[in-house]
């Protein structure tokens, strides 16, 4: 499907602006980016054993150091959301910032707001039941108590879930749980996006990848499939509401300890991700350009600042692991 003619996109963009509104697509790429769900989830990722020297730093949040010859990259992970008056040491941030050569941010989706806008005019009408039937009398009555009590402990509204499809009901409640917890994804990336401009550093993703047609494939999911994810979103919510604050306040004070204790892989992504095999490849992708790019990083003088979620980072099979087998060096923040 081409994208519309120019004549045609002012009726887009409100459009897109609506679906901007109703999340999907922007939860999902969000997730895929990071390799978590937007707040901390209940999955307990497989924490990979990194042979480093342990560094005991300065206040902050936690960060890698990894050398090969005269380079250098700085390797900072993201819990995913947090608490939105969470105070944390952003002067130590921009003294890393000093003297790096360039910043590797996590990697971005390619989509416009032409995109949104058409995926809306297209299948919009599908992230709602047809007329007639609501979320709930559609629930199996367990997966229904439970879904229940999860949005009420978000604080969702039960007439915003009523028409949902199960998938966006899923979304729709880690969306709630921000809401709640007063969560926002916009930190620490806009402290370093302020500091690159200032610092005058060049900043990019570390790779590209096209999501629209992943995006669309989670609505060909089966009516049984929405509804398992629904469950497994149940179960992010509640992990949530008691771990996601406490993961972004370690996070605030390099807590890696705390950090693995309260943020893990979301199940809600991880039930997606197994049923739709384009997005399980977007992944996998992003975890091998990653280490591509640092890689590179480390074959060019000077220090490069890498950002990246703690989960790619950190579980067995991902990034940190993949360098060590490289035999790159790696000093770790103390546990």
């Given at each position: 499907?081409?994208?519309?003619?120019?004549?045609?996109?002012?009726?887009?963009?409100?459009?897109?602006?609506?679906i901007c509104r109703l999340g999907l697509w922007k939860a999902v790429l969000l997730a895929l980016a990071l390799g978590t769900g937007?707040?901390?989830?209940?999955?307990?990722?497989?924490?990979?054993?990194i042979e480093a020297v342990e560094v005991k730093a300065k206040p902050g949040p936690a960060v890698w150091h990894l050398t090969r010859g005269n380079s250098e990259v700085w390797i900072l992970g993201l819990v995913g959301a947090m608490p939105k008056d969470l105070d944390w040491n952003k002067q130590y941030l921009s003294d890393l910032l000093d003297g790096?050569?360039?910043?590797?941010?996590?990697?971005?989706?390619?989509?416009?707001?032409?995109?949104?806008?058409?995926?809306?005019?297209?299948?919009?009408?599908?992230?709602?039941?047809?007329?007639?039937?609501?979320?709930?009398?559609?629930l199996p009555e367990a997966l229904r108590a439970r879904f229940v009590a999860a949005r009420e402990a978000v604080g969702g509204d039960a007439g915003d879930y009523r028409t949902d499809i199960p998938i966006?009901?899923?979304?729709?409640?880690?969306?709630?749980?921000?809401?709640?917890?007063?969560?926002?994804?916009?930190?620490?990336?806009?402290?370093?996006?302020?500091?690159?401009?200032?610092?005058?550093?060049?900043s990019k993703p570390v790779s590209r990848f096209e999501a629209m047609d992943a995006v669309r494939d989670i609505l060909k999911l089966t009516p049984e499939q929405q509804r398992a994810c629904l469950a497994q979103a149940v179960d992010d919510a509640n992990w949530g509401v008691a771990h996601a604050v406490p993961a972004a306040r370690a996070w605030a004070v390099g807590d890696v300890r705390n950090v693995k204790a309260?943020?893990?892989?979301?199940?809600?992504?991880?039930?997606?991700?197994?049923?739709?095999?384009?997005?399980?490849d977007i992944d996998a992708r992003n975890?091998?350009?990653?280490?591509?790019?640092?890689?590179?990083?480390?074959?060019?003088?000077?220090?490069?600042?890498?950002?990246?979620g703690m989960g790619p980072l950190?579980?067995?099979?991902?990034?940190?692991?993949?360098?060590?087998?490289?035999?790159?060096?790696?000093e770790s923040p103390a546990e």
């Open positions: 499907m081409t994208s519309p003619s120019p004549a045609k996109r002012p009726t887009i963009i409100p459009a897109a602006n609506k937007a707040a901390a989830a209940q999955t307990t990722p497989e924490w990979a054993q790096a050569r360039a910043i590797l941010m996590p990697p971005k989706a390619n989509v416009s707001f032409v995109d949104v806008g058409w995926f809306l005019i297209m299948h919009g009408g599908e992230l709602s039941l047809p007329r007639g039937q609501t979320l709930e009398d559609g966006r009901a899923a979304i729709r409640l880690q969306q709630d749980l921000m809401k709640k917890a007063s969560l926002s994804g916009r930190e620490p990336r806009e402290t370093i996006d302020d500091l690159a401009y200032r610092k005058h550093i060049a309260n943020y893990t892989q979301s199940r809600l992504l991880d039930c997606i991700t197994g049923a739709v095999h384009a997005i399980g975890v091998a350009d990653t280490v591509t790019a640092i890689d590179g990083a480390l074959n060019q003088p000077g220090k490069t600042i890498v950002v990246i950190l579980r067995r099979g991902g990034v940190l692991e993949r360098l060590q087998a490289m035999h790159v060096a790696i």
